[in-house]
């Protein structure tokens, strides 16, 4: 018990640390010294229920615009409009781009799972403008090898530098702070959260309802009760005063 303090409140363990330290001293405590041991659970730190940090708009836009790079610009432009993890973008590969239906193909996504995602028209142009200039070979953004695949590592430092010359470091957000902010934005432009989800290639409806705690434009449409209440009462005065 000791020691499982020890992790959770000096060393600041993680859950899922301190919950597998649990486990190991109770199968020696069962198997080896053949002793009840009950996991003591309420030491385990609770889950954070964070909510994941969103760009806005002008934000957005502010980081594109720091990046003179091409290849990286397009990048940045492309996980924006479509919404994509960042190892998806790394394997997106050539023949993936549906132009004809202005969307792109993931393969093999989180979960193992083949799916549908939105491109924008303008993007696409950018995508042009980019290939002519790389000529790229089957990945749509090839690393430093010809037909080799860019790493999330480095679209991750992309993404780093960009936030530096936005001037935004400071502010907490990284590569999938572009994927929650692709699907705030399409909730605050109405989108169902049914379409998200499947944009997004979220298992279950409830991942994809995280967003609605995040939407501005939502949270702005909210009449707070006690405005509400002034309201009344100054309808009920004006009422009033017209008799």
Do not use: W
């Amino acid at each position: 018990m000791g020691y499982l303090l020890y992790l959770s409140k000096t060393l600041g363990c993680s859950r899922v640390k301190c919950k597998m330290a649990a486990q190991a001293i109770s199968f020696f405590m069962r198997h080896v010294a053949k002793r009840p041991y009950v996991i003591p659970t309420v030491i385990y730190p609770r889950p954070a229920a964070t909510l994941p940090a969103v760009m806005s708009v002008q934000e957005v836009m502010k980081v594109i615009d720091a990046v003179q790079n091409i290849k990286h610009r397009t990048l940045l432009m492309l996980l924006y409009s479509t919404g994509m993890r960042v190892s998806e973008i790394a394997n997106c590969k050539i023949v993936d781009i549906d132009s004809a239906n202005m969307r792109i193909k993931v393969i093999q996504g989180k979960g193992a799972k083949d799916r549908y995602t939105i491109m924008s028209q303008q993007v696409l142009l950018e995508l042009r403008a980019y290939y002519l200039v790389y000529k790229p070979k089957e990945y749509l953004f090839n690393g430093s090898r010809p037909g080799a695949k860019y790493s999330v590592r480095t679209i991750q430092h992309i993404m780093q530098q960009a936030l530096i010359k936005a001037g935004l470091e400071n502010r907490h957000y990284s590569i999938h702070t572009i994927r929650h902010s692709f699907a705030t934005h399409l909730l605050d432009n109405g989108t169902d959260l049914h379409t998200i989800k499947e944009l997004l290639g979220h298992n279950n409806l409830q991942t994809t309802m995280q967003y609605m705690h995040l939407t501005a434009r939502r949270v702005d449409e909210i009449l707070n009760p006690y405005d509400a209440l002034l309201l009344a009462k100054d309808n009920n005065i004006l009422k009033a005063n017209l008799k």
